[in-house]
């Protein structure tokens, strides 16, 4: 059975990029335009892995890495930022928040799934 990831962006092109890597390399992909919509879409069902942007509307993406830890079901779930931030204090409040691992983007589709892969199998 394929693994599915949420995919948390509020640039459709940049869901879209993502979907189709993913996609393209046997992944189920669930995809949420904020940070609330995304939470919403968690709470609905277990993914094996989130992608979150940080700085998007409603919700932003540390907050909602904190709401999946609070989570029974997504404390050990992993969880990648890909987001335009790249400063080192910013990477360590996502660390402190929970978040598994950082991507700046642009992002390079075979580091993605590298990435992936490593994570998830």
Do not use: H
Request: proline share 4%; hydrophobic share 40%.
């Amino acid at each position: 059975m394929a693994k599915t990831i949420l995919a948390i962006d509020d640039s459709a092109s940049i869901r879209q990029m993502v979907g189709f890597t993913l996609k393209g390399a046997g992944y189920d992909v669930v995809e949420a335009a904020d940070g609330q919509e995304g939470l919403d879409k968690a709470k609905g069902k277990t993914v094996d892995l989130i992608l979150t942007d940080q700085n998007m509307p409603r919700m932003d993406g540390l907050t909602l890495v904190r709401a999946l830890r609070a989570m029974p079901q997504y404390r050990s779930t992993p969880i990648l930022m890909l987001t335009t931030e790249s400063s080192d204090t910013m990477k360590s409040q996502g660390k402190a928040a929970g978040a598994t691992g950082w991507l700046v983007k642009p992002f390079d589709p075979a580091k993605l799934l590298e990435v992936v892969k490593k994570v998830i199998g």
